[in-house]
């Protein structure tokens, strides 16, 4: 079975500037992530989505990030404009979900590495 | 807030000794709690997780125990390989209606010495 995948895998950037990261899920999961991991630190939720809908954005920094994810599928994670602090591994992860009121184990992909000079 | 953490932040044992990685939690409303190894260059992978209504739970080589009483969680390895040698995170996972969230500690690295 494949993972969830991600890239780019590795971003440099310029403070100020835009970056967008694309994840695609495990076929058949409804529930994405996208998380938020500095250096040295658990991963920390910025967006979950069930299918095409925001289920909890409450730690998304707004002014700057955005999230999609259209079809119910891919989804795109957007920085713009990137500060200093944005520095981190933006992980993406998947769930079955589908039903409320349910454990559903979490799968992540690799990240993405994103440093802002 | 509501948070997970670990005591150490780095644990260095002897290939073939047994590993204890120690996690508090705050939050006595989670459903699950979860162990998670995350390598160099890779995202977390989930090793074991624990209902919290139980209080042991074995895996292979490895066992996690809950005690709610003082909010602690610990995660063992047994017989530590160098594949062990990882970051380990500990995470609550609470159950609502429009899904699941899951809060992650600060992580110990683990260092296999051969």
């Known amino acids: 079975e494949a993972g969830v995948a991600q890239s780019p895998r590795y971003k440099i950037i310029e403070k100020r500037q835009s970056v967008a990261f694309w994840c695609n899920p495990i076929?058949?999961?409804?529930?994405l992530y996208w998380y938020q991991q500095i250096l040295g630190q658990g991963p920390k939720l910025l967006i979950q989505?069930?299918?095409?809908?925001?289920?909890?954005d409450s730690q998304l920094p707004k002014d700057r990030f955005s999230a999609e994810r259209l079809k119910g599928v891919d989804s795109t994670l957007k920085i713009q404009p990137a500060k200093l602090e944005d520095s981190a591994v933006y992980l993406c992860a998947s769930s079955l979900g589908g039903w409320a009121g349910a454990y559903n184990e979490q799968f992540f992909g690799p990240g993405t590495r994103l440093t802002v000079l | 807030g509501e948070s997970v953490g670990l005591h150490l932040p780095t644990l260095s044992v002897q290939e073939g000794d047994n590993s204890i990685i120690n996690c508090a939690y705050s939050n006595s409303a989670s459903d699950y709690f979860i162990w998670y190894k995350q390598e160099s260059g890779k995202g977390p992978q989930f090793i074991i997780d624990?209902?919290?209504?139980?209080d042991k739970r074995q895996g292979q080589r490895v066992t996690v125990l809950l005690n709610k009483t003082v909010k602690h969680l610990s995660l063992q390895i047994a017989a530590t390989q160098p594949g062990d040698s990882a970051v380990y995170f500990c995470?609550?996972?609470?159950?609502?209606?429009?899904?699941?969230?899951?809060?992650f500690g600060g992580g110990t690295r683990v260092l296999v010495k051969p």
């Open positions: 995470a609550e996972n609470t159950i609502k209606a429009a899904g699941n969230k899951l809060t």
């Open positions: 076929s058949g999961h409804a529930t």
């Open positions: 989505f069930q299918n095409n809908g925001v289920v909890d």
């Open positions: 624990i209902r919290s209504n139980m």
